[in-house]
């Protein structure tokens, strides 16, 4: 009985919440007062914690945590790993305030009743954002280096014979992803399924730069994009 309400009240503000959607992507205001609350966030925190594998993970991890809604829409692998690099996490705790604060927001302005709705709403429109923003100041930073034709170890080559970044920072690397994601070059839309597999691919360029004469265990080049993105591979097959 417990579990028949459950998702009786799932799909209740399931639909509730793809209603609302359509009325602020179909009203210009509305559509406004919820960018303008995520460019706040933007401004408070930068760009670099989007970029950080653990922060990234803690805050979409405690944002599902007890919310029905959001526990749907915020759909990772199950296999990620909690940790990758083992630092500790300083903008998470401060960023999901602020998202909170700016769900209470969009609650208030759009005449939402279900704060669950309010934060799907935020939830959305923010995930959007990230991607597009710092794909876009990917571009800002090191220029358009991606031709149509580019899958994601071509692209991995590029980006690790750049001269004006620093192709090991984690910031300059994190925006990339986003931009491949951005491009459709990446298939997951959420950046840490992305993030461990570009980060293979990503040293495997730059091993075969440095280190042309390597006589270790080699796995080809093909076999490598296929095993970190089999469905990216088998779509490209099939063209």
């Known amino acids: 009985m417990e579990r028949f309400f459950e998702r009786h009240n799932l799909y209740y503000q399931m639909e509730t919440f793809l209603k609302k959607q359509k009325e602020v992507q179909r009203k210009r205001e509305k559509y406004l007062q919820v960018q303008r609350i995520i460019n706040h966030i933007f401004n408070d925190f930068g760009f670099l914690p989007y970029c950080i594998y653990d922060e990234w993970y803690v805050i979409q991890t405690e944002l599902k945590k007890d919310d029905i809604l959001l526990n749907k829409l ?7 790993r909690k940790n990758y690099t083992l630092g500790q996490i300083t903008y998470a705790p401060k960023i999901i305030e602020a998202f909170n604060r700016g769900a209470e927001a969009v609650q208030n302005s759009l005449n939402i009743v279900e704060d669950s709705v309010a934060r799907a709403i935020l939830w959305v429109a923010f995930k959007e954002a990230v991607t597009e923003t710092l794909s876009q100041e990917w571009v800002r930073i090191a220029g358009e280096i991606l031709d149509k034709e580019d899958n994601a170890l071509s692209a ?6 750049l001269k004006n970044i ?3 920072k984690v910031y300059f690397m994190g925006l990339f992803i986003y931009h491949l994601m951005d491009r459709e070059i990446l298939q997951a839309d959420n950046f840490l399924e992305n993030y461990e597999g570009a980060v293979r691919i990503f040293l495997e360029c730059r091993r075969v730069i440095e280190e042309p004469k390597f006589e270790g265990t080699i796995l080809p080049m093909d076999e ?4 970190v993105f089999p469905a990216k591979k088998k779509e490209e097959s099939n063209l």
């Open 74 to 80: 915020i759909d990772t692998d199950a296999g990620l």
């Open 166 to 168: 620093e192709p090991d």
């Open 156 to 161: 991995f080559f590029k980006y690790v014979n």
């Open 224 to 227: 490598l994009l296929e095993e």
